[in-house]
């Protein structure tokens, strides 16, 4: 999954920076020695592989190191949405309504029929759970169409630990 974080040098002298993203309490990933020209900016787009991560809800945010003589540390960290970790498929069963997108360990035929309500529609307004691939299989690609239907169908009665 990529987590894009976008860096600002508000100060009046260039400068290097260090930035972490974090998944709730845990460090994502580090990253050091960026260099930014007084007023410039810049996106990160950091990876998170999720690969061992224990399935559940994720608050993703970032935090960029102070630089020597910086003052204003209020607009450092940015916390932003959250991020599901589940398998394949599972999108829903965890809560009675569906929407919360909230898994359950299984994929069942809710978790079909919740992307096939979305068929053909680009995310947003579609929800982003519903886009569970693209082109290139689990990498999803901005709409809801007959891979992420397909997708979804093919781990029909799977069940996750």
């Known amino acids: 999954?990529?987590?894009?974080?976008?860096?600002?040098?508000?100060?009046?002298?260039?400068?290097?920076?260090?930035v972490t993203t974090y998944a709730n309490a845990s460090v994502v990933n580090n990253v050091t020695n960026i260099s930014l020209l007084n007023g410039g900016s810049t996106i990160l787009t950091l990876m998170w592989n999720t690969t061992?991560?224990?399935?559940?809800?994720?608050?993703?945010?970032?935090?960029?190191?102070?630089?020597?003589?910086?003052?204003?540390?209020?607009n450092n960290n940015f916390t932003?949405?959250?991020?599901?970790?589940?398998?394949?498929g599972d999108?829903?069963?965890?809560?009675?309504?569906?929407?919360?997108?909230?898994?359950?360990g299984k994929v069942q035929?809710?978790?079909v029929s919740i992307v096939s309500k979305f068929f053909g529609k680009k995310v947003p307004p579609a929800p982003s759970n519903c886009d569970?691939?693209?082109?290139?299989?689990?990498?999803?690609?901005?709409?809801?169409?007959?891979?992420?239907?397909?997708t979804v169908s093919k781990h029909f009665g799977q069940h996750y630990p």
Request: net charge negative; charged share 10%.
């Open 1 to 18: 999954m990529g987590i894009n974080v976008t860096i600002n040098n508000q100060g009046e002298q260039p400068a290097t920076f260090n």
């Open 52 to 74: 061992g991560w224990s399935y559940g809800n994720y608050t993703v945010s970032a935090y960029v190191w102070p630089v020597a003589g910086e003052t204003n540390l209020s």
């Open 80 to 88: 932003g949405g959250w991020v599901v970790v589940a398998g394949i």
């Open 91 to 104: 999108l829903t069963g965890g809560t009675p309504n569906p929407y919360d997108f909230v898994p359950d």
């Open 109 to 111: 035929i809710v978790d």
């Open 132 to 150: 569970v691939s693209g082109p290139t299989i689990g990498v999803p690609d901005g709409k809801v169409d007959i891979t992420d239907v397909a």
